[in-house]
């Protein structure tokens, strides 16, 4: 069983930044690429961000394109996510997700998906003040 940690969250101004980090442990050679989700109160779970470890491919959804990056090293099983210019409406309970499918992740509806992913971490609150 893949385990994920993420770390990196916390209370920042509109406007700033922060990154998040997600380690992954277990068998992590059964992953085929690592992303971003996060889910705001009332909300669903939504795409944030994703990198394939086949293709070395990064997606990111449009709702946070120029604004954040995604990172990862396959070697140290651990993805970032760079976050700048953060608004109110990024608020939200970020959640690192592995996917062992690799089908899944050769098209970009696969990647935005949830169901591509079989792991998912406990989650890091990021709050963003106006």
């Known amino acids: 069983q893949v385990q994920l940690v993420e770390s990196g969250g916390g209370l920042v101004q509109a406007g700033g930044s922060l990154r998040l980090s997600c380690a992954a442990s277990?068998?992590?050679?059964?992953?085929?690429?690592m992303g971003w989700f996060r889910q705001a109160p009332g909300k669903e779970r939504e795409f944030v961000a994703a990198?394939?470890?086949?293709?070395?491919?990064?997606y990111h959804a449009d709702s946070v394109k120029g604004r954040f990056t995604i990172s990862g090293d396959d070697h140290k099983n651990t993805i970032f996510l760079q976050m700048n210019s953060l608004k109110p409406e990024d608020t939200a309970v970020y959640y690192c997700?592995?996917?062992?499918?690799?089908?899944?992740?050769?098209?970009?509806?696969?990647?935005?998906?949830?169901?591509?992913?079989?792991?998912w971490g406990q989650g890091t609150q990021v709050t963003v003040s106006s």
């Open positions: 997700a592995a996917s062992d499918q690799p089908a899944a992740l050769t098209s970009t509806r696969g990647v935005f998906s949830r169901a591509s992913y079989r792991y």
């Open positions: 990198i394939s470890w086949r293709t070395t491919n990064t």
């Open positions: 277990g068998p992590t050679w059964s992953t085929f690429g």
